[in-house]
T-cell receptor, first 112, second 114 residues
């Protein structure tokens, strides 16, 4: 069965600093890959997705992610974090079943 | 466009009771999926409905059932509630005619089982 691992439960960065959130997946082929963000009391908002092609994907709010097949990773990055980026971030995959498998999430805190 | 809407926002039930949660998909979407998000966890896929039939199902017991109506709206029913069913239930909609998965999530229904 497929799985998604987000090794960092909680990350704290200073406002203006760069950010990288890690995501690794386990699956026998290349799945569809996603990053979602969830603010307190809110549903999930799609930040970006990878289906095929260029392995560097641009998303909303200045986020980007890089797919590395050799490492089964899909790490999320942002060059300069804003206080409004504080939220929970989820990596997810779809193996073609049209159903998402999520990681357990990384909570981002932003220090002023 | 109202996006995906869910009702109610919050719900409190006691063990053994039954609950029904409702979801209206985003305009133009014909597929509805339900997810359970326990506190501190990522969402887990429950099942998916398309053309009024359950098409995919995750690892959830038969106490969890659903329905999709001709207007694509959907219900999630949970029978014989357990304390462990306390969670945020998320509805997501998508369109079968678009390639890949482009799911839009609703704000969720917070279920508390006492």
């Amino acid at each position: 069965a497929q799985s998604v691992t987000q090794p960092d439960i909680h990350i704290t960065v200073s406002e203006g600093a760069s950010l990288e959130l890690r995501c690794n997946y386990s699956y026998g082929a290349t799945p569809y890959l996603f990053w979602y963000v969830q603010s307190p009391g809110q549903g999930l908002q799609l930040l970006l997705k990878y289906f095929s092609g260029d392995t560097l994907v641009q998303g909303i709010k200045g986020f980007e992610a890089e797919f590395k097949r050799s490492q089964s990773s899909f790490n999320l990055r942002k060059p300069s974090v804003h206080w409004s980026d504080a939220a929970e971030y989820f990596c997810a995959i779809d193996t073609g079943r049209r159903a998402l498998t999520f990681g357990s999430g990384t909570r981002l805190q932003v220090q002023p | 466009d109202a996006g995906v809407t869910q009702s109610p926002t919050h719900l409190i039930k006691t063990r053994g009771q039954q609950v029904t949660l409702r979801c209206s998909p985003k305009s133009g979407h014909d597929t509805v999926s339900w997810y359970q998000q326990a506190l501190g966890q990522g969402p887990q896929f429950i099942f998916q409905y398309y053309e009024e039939e359950e098409r995919q199902r995750g690892n959830f017991p038969d106490r969890f059932s659903g329905h999709q109506y001709p207007n694509y709206s959907s219900e999630l029913n949970v029978n014989a509630l357990l304390l462990g069913d306390s969670a945020l239930y998320l509805c997501a909609s998508s369109s079968r005619t678009s390639g890949g998965v482009r799911e839009f999530f609703g704000p969720g229904t917070r279920l508390t089982v006492l």
